[in-house]
């Protein structure tokens, strides 16, 4: 599936960047501006959201790991390149480097985790995308996670940071909603992947984060061969919204002390 895409910058490293649900690449702007003085940084909208196609799901992470693949294709990504995620977008970029570690020179997981849901979240999962169908919109999935995506000091200091992602997520359609939401229900298990990867994986997270907590960070640095562990200051599970200067300098931290 072609994926619509932005695209920062130049450099000798390629980074991909895949956003969170159901946000869309908007949320990574500032960060890939910012890298994009020294990397070139490209950015789509995953399949579902913004200006990608929203076919009717079930979708699978495989599906759209294989939607990046085509995109690093399209965009002549001979070498291997650096590929980054928050949240759901680490679960396509596990499923990616599940499938091919070889066209991967590092991997960058922002607040996500490698584990499985659990029945009962996958449970939740599958009865929110029937609402979201049945409605045909995606406000029952704005209230389930507007109050859990951002450190909870941001509801009250940064009315604004609410606003903008409260509008990123209702402008997403409703067919590609529930795809993913039944995609991240159905998801494989990669806490095991992380060992046998022998490129260097950053786990980064927002000290605050209440969706994927620190310590899921800390189990995949851990695990990983070659694992590095960023926390970012006063942020929530948004990193990239958050705190985009302190994300888009961890980031860069790590890609240095791997070239
Ligand atoms: C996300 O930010 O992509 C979602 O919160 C991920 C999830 O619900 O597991």
Redesign the pocket.
């Known amino acids: 599936m072609k994926l619509a895409y932005d695209e920062f910058g130049s450099g000798a490293r390629t980074l991909v960047l895949l956003h969170?649900?159901p946000?869309g690449r908007a949320m990574w702007t500032e960060v890939a501006r910012d890298l994009g003085t020294s990397a070139r940084v490209i950015v789509p909208d995953l399949r579902g959201h913004g200006g990608s196609p929203s076919p009717a799901g079930p979708y699978t992470m495989d599906a759209l790991a294989d939607d990046v693949l085509e995109l690093a294709d399209h965009c002549g990504l001979t070498q291997p390149f650096d590929l980054g995620g928050?949240?759901?977008?680490g679960?396509v970029a596990l499923a990616f480097a599940a499938v091919h570690p070889q066209r991967l020179s590092s991997l960058i997981l922002c607040?996500?985790r490698a584990t499985a849901?659990t029945a009962e979240a996958a449970a939740g999962r599958e009865t929110l995308a029937a609402k979201v169908e049945s409605s045909d919109s995606v406000e029952p999935v704005v209230e389930a996670?507007l109050p859990k995506?951002l450190a909870l000091s941001a509801y009250d200091e940064k009315p604004d940071l609410v606003a903008k992602v409260r509008a990123m997520m209702a402008q997403q359609p409703a067919t590609g909603v529930a795809g993913c939401l039944r995609a991240?229900a159905r998801r494989a298990d990669h806490s095991g992947l992380l060992k046998t990867l022998d490129f260097p994986i950053l786990a980064l997270v927002g000290e605050a984060d209440r969706?994927?907590p620190p310590d899921d960070a800390r189990a995949m640095s851990a695990s990983a061969r070659r694992g590095t562990l960023e926390v970012i200051d006063g942020a929530g599970?948004?990193t990239s919204l958050e705190a985009p200067a302190a994300t888009a300098d961890a980031i860069r931290r790590f890609l240095q002390s791997i070239s």
């Open positions: 969170g649900f946000l928050l949240s759901m977008g679960y607040d996500t849901d996670f995506l991240m969706i994927t599970h948004l």
